[in-house]
């Protein structure tokens, strides 16, 4: 990793657990009281190059409920009512800084991917995101805010949609990051991701969430 990410990476941790330890302390609080079980989701992800780490995460789902598939659709029942809260403050992301200062990820890249999909979907091209350092968030995040869920499965199963949709739009735009990775790059990502959860997830919480399978209009322009 660039030591110039490696700073940015370490800057922007630190500022983020110094105004959001209320916020997490808070939300782990309020998880134990609405839904029996650990507050703490511990992800197996393909990190770097494909080495496995344990991504942090909130848990947003009842108890057992990843046993269907880790892909989660539109009202998934899976997610308990403040789960859904948690997921569109991006809230539920929080622990992973822990994971970003231990150097297992960044703030800016691909998403990691459950370990069994990237050996049973991705192809050679695709591997090559694994050549980036993970992150919190990067183009897709920014440009299907607040999720690619969005995107009407039609008539395929949520997890089979996934696979066959969802992955090659993600894995496309983290490649695209992969090819134009830089300092000043990661900087406009993480200004527009913090605006995007600061004032868009308001308007998807009054409203609802957008029904288009196309990005929310006027969001997500970073070239």
Known sequence: ???????????????????????????????????????????????????????????????????????????DRRVFPLGRLLRLFKIDELPQLWNVLCGEMSVVGPRPEEISIVRECYTAVQRQVLEAVPGLTGLPQIRFFPELSVIDPGDLEPQEHYRRRILPMRLEMDLEYVRRSSFWLDVRIIARTGWLIAFHSWKVLLFGMPKQSLPVAGLGEVR
């Open 1 to 75: 990793m660039p030591w110039t990410k490696r700073c940015l990476d370490l800057l922007v941790c630190s500022a983020a657990l110094v105004v959001a330890a209320p916020v997490m302390l808070v939300a782990a609080a309020l998880i134990k009281l609405a839904s029996p079980g650990p507050v703490l989701y511990v992800a197996p992800r393909a990190g770097w190059r494909g080495r496995p780490f344990g991504q942090l995460k909130f848990r947003t789902m009842h108890v057992g409920a990843d046993r269907d598939g880790v892909f989660t659709t539109r009202n």
